[in-house]
């Protein structure tokens, strides 16, 4: 099924490239449609997890790391969970020095 | 125990004379040398470049510790002042003390660790020390048309308004960021894809451990610098007014956003230093390194806990009350790994035959000085004690025996160690023993008066002081000036050992690494064998040899033979 | 420089490598490391945003109505349609199919052209009307009385009321004014977009539910200024990679099977890609 070359590595076949451009296609509707309902504060989590899967197939797939070394993988999530830190910290330490700026200026934190 | 112990280089015969055609005869003129491939005179042009900027920076210090022996003005202006403490800072941070020890040394060493022909991608290696020139530009480009007066930090909202050259210095320091990110990311393809066999993790020198572990800084962290300055850069030519209050931005988010860098780059600054000790202690102690692993893993734990700990900068900035906690409580957590190293050094020295020679000299003076560095920074980690001591000179002297009684004392001692190596000479022992003893005290008499002061009230950054600190100054002006002449000696006779220095065996020093396998200086194709590897600290199985004047294996059998008696 | 020795297959392996095994995986590692640093480096930008954001989401709410949902939508189809085109070209390389090597690049590079043409719709209706990043933030409608179908995604209704430029655009242009503010509120909405505005008041401006510009307005056009800026910038990179590509595949270089360069390449266009689809929902479809 899968096609070979000579230096061993993983050639993906075409129909695998289509089906992940059709679920790819398919993901974007998705998210433009569900942008378009209304869902509170579920909105952006959804977004974001539709957002996700398809990060996860042009991951996976198009960019091949199903079939590389893990350590791969392991290295670009790793740069993930050092951005999250900082959002993660640089958000929390807004939320408690803002509303401690001007008063009302920060509805966002419930201010 | 009674492994079976592989002499590295198989059982080829090593070649200990110094060849007339090495690396740095081999291809002639200027262009050889400046669209080189070879990772050895890359590391020498990184060399010559960083210790020039080291002087640059020197220069800087030398003038305003000068400015300080009086209260007032003494030879300049406040506008000049601020200029100079800015680009004393500046450029020993970006230009010389960042690219540092992995630019010069890590280059030159890490493959002949690995018994490597080169770094695994030596094009990006050359483009690296081509973007350190590039940045370097911009930054003397800043200092000739004006400066900055800024800080080093760059601080909003002065920095994105002041009237000086901001905009070319901090291009010049994301240029050099990106020579920082390509180095650290060859270093760790290198690693990951270039041990020879035999050499799993574990097996590899400690030097490379920390060379690794900084390397995975230089990669996550510096990119952060980079957009930092790119916005800072945006403010001052576009207005994106993203740090500018009035036009809704917060200049609060630029501290966030540039020491969630600059708390990582200390230590990238200081892993380095940390890995040429372990190599250092070990050799002249003649003895195994004591806690291989721990001191591995701390490498690692040093480079993870460092991305937990930035806000430690910005205790007064503004930060709220709930941080200033956290990153408090998290900062404790980074300073265990440090003390886990400092005592696995001197468990190794201990029942050890210490040499005092010049590269011990350096790594013992590492060990009181670091230790100072590092028990201080605890004093500024703590919430409480350092909202009294934030911008005092106390954070000045801490800084200052990290980075330099730390860093660039480790960096000198690895310079001695590895010189005759690089270059196939030795230097006169006498001349840098004085100048080792020099620096140390010139170093103490700078800097230890700056805690006093600093914990007495004293401000950094003051131009102007009051009466009762000048005893301080004028000492700490003394000093730096000693530290001058301790530098002024060190060049003098290692530039004379260049060309009349006595000619250096492949091992000088008993080191058991694979750097020491082949001659000194090592030919353009590093190795003639395909090397295998030992125990890097397997020094018992080297001995004196009278005739070249260096160490050399023994005959691999009496080795076994006494390894199976001890057992 | 290095001289080249050729393993059976075609593949040439540098002087310093054992094989070619260790060179290629040595050339994959150097770019995922590379990936994680651009992650980082875009990271910032998404930090900024996520601040903000989180601070003043009227701010975001208000903002992303002058951006065009379908425009966004657009670029995300001919982004993925292009690491389609490059996953096929790493392929065809794979397979030393030449020809649609060639053919995978140039759909590539069409589609990269054509991200940049909507992108530059984008911003010249953006900057039709004054939308720009903070220090240039000076919201205005096209100052000929008509309304104009022409400018794609902002849609202007017919009957919207356009209010000439007068002497109060001086005070309203004055970012730190409170949104409370009685006058700035009385003064028609400076900026044209999808909802229909008209004078505020009107019975149209509460059928189209036209919020009232909040304070700081303008920081939403500089982070979406920066982020989609500093994205532009790396496509605009990514087209000259797939021109050096070409050129490559020209002289025969991929001839004898060794694909690593377009690998390489297509590694740094998919990122390209994904921080696109982030870009897309955080920008365009906010609610």
Known sequence: MSDHNSSGAHVATVKLLLIVWVALMVGTW?????????????????????????????????????????????????????LFLFIGFAMMDSAHYQPDLIPGYSPGMGD | MAEEISAPGGDAPVDHTASDDNYLTHGKGILSWLFTLDHK???????????????????????????????????????????????????????????????????????????????????????????????????????????????????????????????????????????????????????????????????????????????????????????TLLLLIAERTLGVGIFDPSLGGDPVLFQHFFWFYSHPAVYIMILPAMAIMSELISVFSGKHI????????????????????????????????????????????????SAVKVFNWLATMYKGSIRLAAPMLYALSFLFLFAIGGLTGLFLGSLSTDIHLHDTYFVVAHFHYVMFGGTVIAFLGGIHYWWPKMFGRMYSERWAQVSAFLIFVG???????????????????????????TAYHQASTVGSFVLALGFFIMAGYLLHSLVGGEKAPANPWGGATLEWETTSPPAYYNFKHDMQAGDPYDLDALQWDPQTKGYVRKDPRSVLLSAGEAS | MSDREHSSDGLAVEHHFENADQQYQSAKL??????????????????????????????????????????????????????LTAAWAVRAAQLKQIGMLKL?????????????????????????????????????????????????????????????????????????QPAADADRSAIAPAAEGPAGLAAPGSAEAEEAGFEIEPANAQ???????????????????????????????????????????????????????????????LLYLID
């Open chain 3, 104 to 176: 995978m690049i140039l759909l590539t590079m069409l589609c990269a052209f054509g991200f940049m043409g909507v992108k530059a719709i984008e911003y010249n209706g953006k900057w039709k009307h004054g939308l720009l990043w903070a220090g240039q933030y000076d919201p205005h409608v096209e100052d000929h009385g008509e309304v104009s179908h022409d400018v794609i995604g902002e849609e202007i209704p017919e009957n919207a009321h356009v209010e000439v430029v007068t002497e109060e655009r001086v005070v309203e242009t004055s970012p730190a």
């Open chain 3, 30 to 83: 150097g770019m995922w490391v590379f990936l994680a640093t651009e992650i980082l480096f875009f990271g910032g930008l998404f930090v900024a945003y996520a601040v903000y954001r989180a601070n003043h989401p009227e701010v975001f709410v208000f903002g992303h109505h002058f951006l065009d949902k379908n425009l966004g939508a657009l670029n995300t189809v001919i982004l993925i349609c292009s690491s």
């Open chain 3, 219 to 281: 920081i939403y056009f500089s982070i979406y200024f920066l982020m989609t800026g500093l994205h532009g910038i790396h496509v605009l990179g990514g087209i000259g990679a797939f021109v050096w590509l070409l050129l490559c595949a020209r002289r025969g270089y991929f001839d004898g099977g060794h694909f690593t360069r377009v690998d390489m390449v297509a590694l740094y266009w998919h990122l390209v890609d994904l921080i696109w689809i982030y870009l897309f929902l």
């Open chain 2, 443 to 469: 170093f103490n008499l700078t800097f230890f008066t700056q805690f006093v002061m600093g914990s007495h009230g004293m401000p950094r950054r003051y131009y102007n002081y009051l009466e009762r600190f």
């Open chain 2, 41 to 227: 005179r890359i590391g020498v042009m990184y060399l010559v470049a960083i210790l020039s900027s080291f002087f640059l920076g020197g220069v800087f210090a030398l003038v305003l510790r000068t400015e300080l022996w009086t209260p007032g003005q003494t030879i300049m202006t406040a506008d000049t002042y601020n200029k100079m403490f800015t680009l004393h800072g500046a450029v020993m941070i970006f230009l010389f003390i960042i690219p540092g020890i992995p630019a010069t040394l890590g280059n030159f060493v890490l493959p002949l660790m690995l018994g490597a022909k080169d770094v695994a991608l030596p094009r990006l290696n050359l483009a690296s020390f081509w973007l350190w020139l590039t940045g370097a530009t911009f930054a003397v480009v800043s200092i000739v048309v004006g400066a900055i007066d800024t800080g080093w930090t760059f601080y909003t909202p002065y920095s994105t308004t002041t009237n000086t050259a901001v905009v070319s210095m901090t291009l010049g320091a994301f240029i050099l960021g990106f020579s920082s990110i390509f180095t650290g990311l060859n270093f760790i393809v290198t690693i990951h894809k270039m041990r020879p066999e035999g050499m799993t993790w574990f097996r590899m020198p400690l030097f490379l451990w920390g060379i690794y572990s900084t390397a995975i800084i230089q990669v996550l962290a510096t990119p952060v610098l980079g957009i």
């Open chain 1, 30 to 82: 998705l998210t433009v449609s569900a942008s378009n309902i209304d869902l509170g504060f579920l909105n952006i989590w959804v977004g974001l997890a539709i957002a996700t899967a398809k990060a996860l197939l042009v991951g996976l797939y198009y960019m091949h790391l199903r079939w590389d070394k893990p350590f791969n993988s392991f290295v670009f999530l790793g740069a993930f969970f050092f």
């Open chain 2, 290 to 337: 004591f806690g291989y692993k721990f001191i591995a893993w701390s490498s690692i734990a040093i480079a993870l806990l460092s991305f937990l700990v930035w806000g430690h900068h910005m205790f007064t900035s503004g930060q709220s009350g709930l941080m200033n906690m956290i990153f408090s409580a998290l900062t404790f957590s980074v300073a265990i790994p």
